[in-house]
């Protein structure tokens, strides 16, 4: 296949997971990539690719550095195609009366903010073309347990994704989002919360397991390719009648 032959797409969280897994899959059908990840396994990635892709270290939750990426874009590559929103991710698992007040603004950082900075960053480009496509990674976790903060960022996503497509749907510009369930994926090299689990804390993400395995009417988690498959569709002209569309791939849960 090859859906993305020479158009422009940046991946953000492209070191590790369903954002690698993405970037591997667009390169292969020929995309050209801006991998961009705050992480420096980013250049592994960009090295594995060779010379269609260019590698970023950025912080996303900072406005300043996804304007920086979008117009480093640009100025490399000439236009933006394809935005894929992948940054974000439950940093903390436990009942919402246990998080402290700092604890919930930093998982909205993490899993709002840097989607939209980068939508916002990035629509000038798009709408200048005439045209573009920019899929989020939301999560099913928006009806979950043990999770109260990431689920209200997710759910910040989704409102995102739906009120962009009414307004750039007529100016060329798609905007649609996944929200992935359950997902297999290697053990990440740079964990979200580097502080080691107590007990009690294992208890409340096994919690979380078993909710989204009992959700899912596969009873199972998804692959990275399944979660890739869903965002590249959405990405590609084969969805070019889609817009303000959030498509649950969680095996039936519907989030």
Known sequence: MSRFQ???????????????????RMAAE????????????????????????????ADLEQYE?????????????????????????????????HYEASQIEAEVRRSLFPTLWCCHAALPFMLEQGRGAIVNVSSIATRSINRVPYGAAKGG????????????????????????GGTEAPPRVIPRNSAEQSAQEKVWYQQIV???????????????????????????????YITGMVMPVGGGDQG
């Open 210 to 240: 078993d909710q989204t395995l009992d959700s899912s009417l596969m009873k199972r988690y998804g692959t990275l390719d399944e979660q890739a498959g869903a965002i590249l569709f959405l990405a590609s002209d084969e969805a070019s």
């Open 6 to 24: 020479d158009k422009v797409a940046l991946i953000t969280g492209a070191a590790q997971g369903i954002g690698r897994r993405v970037a591997e």
């Open 65 to 97: 550095e996804c304007n920086r990426v979008m117009q480093a874009a640009v100025e490399r590559f000439g236009r933006l195609d394809v935005l894929i929103n992948n940054v974000g991710g439950t940093i903390w698992a436990k009942p919402f009366e």
């Open 157 to 180: 996503v989704n409102a995102l994704t739906a009120c962009l497509a009414f307004e750039t749907a007529g100016r060329g510009v798609r905007v649609n989002a996944t929200a992935p």
């Open 30 to 57: 020929g995309a050209k990539l801006i991998l961009v990840d705050r992480s420096e396994l980013v250049f592994e990635v960009q090295k594995e690719l060779g010379q269609g892709s260019v590698a970023l270290t």
